[in-house]
């Protein structure tokens, strides 16, 4: 039997596994469940050393799994710098430890979507900061586009199962992932639009009908 070091029964969150999927790991086959990201995945199947240090190449495990560290980094499909942690993994992904140094990819290896986006409010970052922007405007008829760089809305309240205090008005009582859930159901609600897996790269100034144009990218999801 392959090693599964998954936790079956968590006190606070659900697990909604989907799919059983197979995926490369440098060479080997490793088994994963749809929507959890490439390094949970890893980690479930005992791989502990998830890149080197750049000074003393030194072996380093995963670290925030937020996305905001960079331990994690491995080369997924070809592309370098690949952050495990934020990522879902697809079947038959290619995965690999990038060492010291990443190599730039090929051109062929790139598979991404470019995107004019032509609004009048352009917030970049899908956290409670942007969401709450996001939901301001929408209020406002200024009908808002959210870009951010991760698969889900809500920056690091996703991963938050702590209970928060405060106001009613600032959600207390509910858990950071709750909270996510219910400001991006908001923001929707606004008419908002969410572009996951997007990069801004470029402002393009006002246009003659008073929208902002932005170009962005998108990873492709297959
Ligand atoms: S563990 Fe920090 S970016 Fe992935």
Redesign the pocket.
Same mark, same amino acid.
């Given at each position: 039997m392959n090693l599964d070091l998954r936790i079956e029964k968590h006190p606070i969150l659900e697990f909604k596994r989907g799919r059983k999927i197979t995926f490369q790991f440098e060479g080997k086959p490793v088994e994963a469940y749809e929507n959890e990201s490439i390094?949970a995945a890893l980690f479930a199947s005992g791989v502990k050393v998830f890149s080197r240090s750049k000074r003393f190449n030194n072996p380093e495990g995963?670290? #925030?799994?937020?996305?905001? #560290?960079?331990? +994690?980094l491995m080369r997924v499909d070809g592309i370098p710098n690949v952050?495990? +942690?934020?990522v879902p993994v697809r079947e038959a992904m290619l995965v690999e430890r990038q060492g010291q140094r990443a190599m730039l990819p090929s051109h062929s290896e790139i598979h991404v979507e470019r995107e004019e986006v032509n609004v009048q409010v352009l917030i970049i970052g899908g956290g409670p900061a942007g969401l709450g922007a996001g939901i301001t405007a929408g209020k406002l008829g200024l009908g808002a586009v959210i870009i951010d760089e991760n698969p889900n809305p809500g920056g690091q309240l996703i991963k938050q199962t702590h209970k928060f205090f405060g106001s009613q008005e600032e959600y207390a009582g509910l858990r950071g992932f709750e909270i996510s859930e219910i400001m991006y159901r908001e923001f929707k609600e606004t008419g908002g639009v969410y572009l996951n897996e997007t990069s801004a790269v470029g402002y393009y100034g006002l246009k003659a009908d008073g929208r902002h144009s932005f170009i962005a990218y998108r990873r492709k999801q297959d």
């Open positions: 390094a995963w670290f #925030c799994g937020i996305g905001k #560290c960079s331990s +994690c952050r495990t +942690c934020v």
